[in-house]
């Protein structure tokens, strides 16, 4: 790993390093309990263990299951909501939804179901008006999503959260298409083409960073950006949703060999993938500016940047060599920006980011347990 990669973030309080060995942990513990699941019929499917959701099969029905959580972005609303008498907290319930169904469809289940947790440190959370516009943005996510919302559980941990604060997660069950099989990188191969997928900004990775670095702007978060909006509102604005996209990619048989989320680790998210292959990336997209922002005033250089924020880049298919071009087309279709921006080689685990002659090696991601 270079000397330079994950210094600032980790200021902030986030050490990938640390978080990464304590995944591998849990997930080695987790993969002890695969059999416990017999007893019903149903089978967990280990090699999903690591992939963004987990599949289980009953007979010829494959589930994919996951719980992700926001992070701290609902940290940066109250106090933009404090700073500006905003109230940005219908992004931020959305922001919850996207975080969980863009990582169920990355196994290729489509999210029906998502449950919500919302955890306060006083009721006086709810007394106001950012529960309404939370709550709204939640079911809004769930309409853009295809899934109903189940339910949830919202407790009040006095003590534990700060009475001013709250700590958003949640889960959901997606079923992948009859006539489907699971996506889990099984059939990547050299010459397969990776599309990505644009992101409309900050999404829910970097909200540690997004604090600190407002902590030391004169003007905080309504210190203004080049376009004139202020950075609280930009950092704020909503994540985007791909379960749509990877529908029309099930529904259109494209050959898609396999799907990323560009979140936490930024582009070292191109190789989450098991398999020993390099990720050549000749073509990348526009960086937005509320992210551009961010990496001058937190001085990150392009490996650190890269390695941490998605840069422009929430979504990655990959998908058989020719189908590049689909998938940039069902994507316009869709409402978002796309590009086809490299393809896969024979060769050591990495990601190879040309245009700026940044190298993430293998081990700078290792989410699996030995």
Avoid at 206 to 214: E, F, K, N, P, T
Avoid at 320 to 344: F, I, M, N, T, Y
Wanted: charged share 20%; glycine share 12%.
């Amino acid at each position: 790993m270079s000397a330079d990669h994950g210094t600032r973030y980790e200021q902030a309080g986030v050490d990938y390093e640390v978080l990464d060995a304590a995944k591998r942990i849990a997930l080695r513990a987790a993969g002890t309990t695969s059999q416990n699941a017999a007893r019903l019929g149903a089978t967990v499917i280990d090699a999903s263990r690591g992939e963004p959701a987990v599949v289980v099969s009953l007979g010829e029905v494959h589930l994919g299951f996951v719980l992700e959580c926001l992070g701290t972005k609902s940290m940066i609303a109250s106090k933009y909501l404090e700073e500006a008498n905003v109230n940005r907290f219908d992004a931020i319930g959305y922001d919850t939804v996207a975080a969980i169904v863009n990582d169920c469809c990355c196994v290729g289940a489509l999210p029906f179901v998502v449950n919500a947790y919302f955890a306060t440190g006083a009721a006086s959370f709810y007394a106001g008006t950012r529960h309404a516009q939370l709550v709204a943005g939640f079911q809004r996510g769930c309409d853009d999503a295809g899934a109903a919302w189940g339910g949830g559980e919202s407790p009040t941990l006095a003590g534990l959260v700060d009475p001013n604060e709250i700590d958003l997660a949640g889960s959901a069950v997606g079923l992948v298409p009859p006539g489907s099989a699971p996506i889990l990188g099984d059939r990547l191969v050299h010459g397969d083409e990776i599309v990505f997928i644009g992101s409309s900004g900050l999404h829910a990775n970097g909200a540690s960073l997004v604090r600190s670095v407002a902590d030391e702007l004169a003007d905080g978060l309504a210190t203004e950006l080049p376009s004139g909006r202020t950075f609280g509102d930009a950092v704020l604005d909503p994540s985007v949703i791909y379960v749509g996209l990877v529908e029309a990619l099930l529904r259109e048989s494209v050959d898609v060999h396999y799907l990323s989320h560009i979140t936490g680790h930024g582009l070292r998210k191109v190789m989450r993938a098991s398999a020993d292959l390099c990720y050549r990336i000749h073509t990348l997209p526009e960086v937005p500016e509320v992210l551009a922002f961010l990496v001058e005033q937190a001085q990150l250089s392009p490996h650190e940047a890269y390695g941490t924020l998605n840069m422009g880049v929430g979504f990655a298919v990959y998908v058989a060599k020719g189908e590049g071009d689909r998938v940039v087309r069902l994507a316009v279709d869709a409402g978002l920006s796309a590009v086809v921006a490299g393809q896969v080689e024979d060769g050591p685990r990495e990601v190879i980011l040309e245009p700026l002659g940044v190298v993430f090696a293998g081990e700078e991601l290792e989410l699996r347990s030995n």
